[in-house]
């Protein structure tokens, strides 16, 4: 069982960063892949970006490619995601989630946090 909690989130103007954060309990953090996905008022919830399980591989939605990075730190049980050049389309409730295989398919994450509000707005 692995439980995640998300952190970071809040209102910023467009054009400026924002770091995310996942906390991961458990003692396996590394055995998982992790994802951050994020879904809009009337959306799916969509992939952001994916790692693998040691941070040597990534994958990201083409909309977010040259702005967000995806890491991890297994010492510290927690993945990350930084958010530069955010744009009012960014906007949505962004979730972590944690996969057995490293993957960019919802379906496949087998545990997922509560989320965390991003708003970009002027």
């Known amino acids: 069982q692995v439980q995640l909690v998300e952190s970071g989130g809040g209102l910023v103007q467009p054009g400026t960063s924002l770091r995310l954060s996942c906390a991961a309990s458990g003692r396996t953090f590394s055995s998982y892949a992790m994802g951050w996905f994020r879904q809009a008022p009337g959306k799916e919830r969509d992939i952001v970006a994916a790692i693998s399980r040691t941070g040597g591989t990534t994958i990201y939605a083409d909309s977010v490619k040259g702005r967000f990075t995806i890491s991890r730190d297994n010492a510290k049980n927690t993945v990350y995601l930084q958010m530069d050049s955010l744009k009012s389309e960014d906007t949505a409730i962004y979730y972590c989630?944690?996969?057995?295989?490293?993957?960019?398919?919802?379906?496949?994450?087998?545990?997922w946090g509560q989320g965390t509000q991003v708003t970009v707005a002027s």
């Open positions: 989630a944690a996969a057995t295989s490293y993957t960019r398919y919802s379906y496949e994450y087998n545990y």
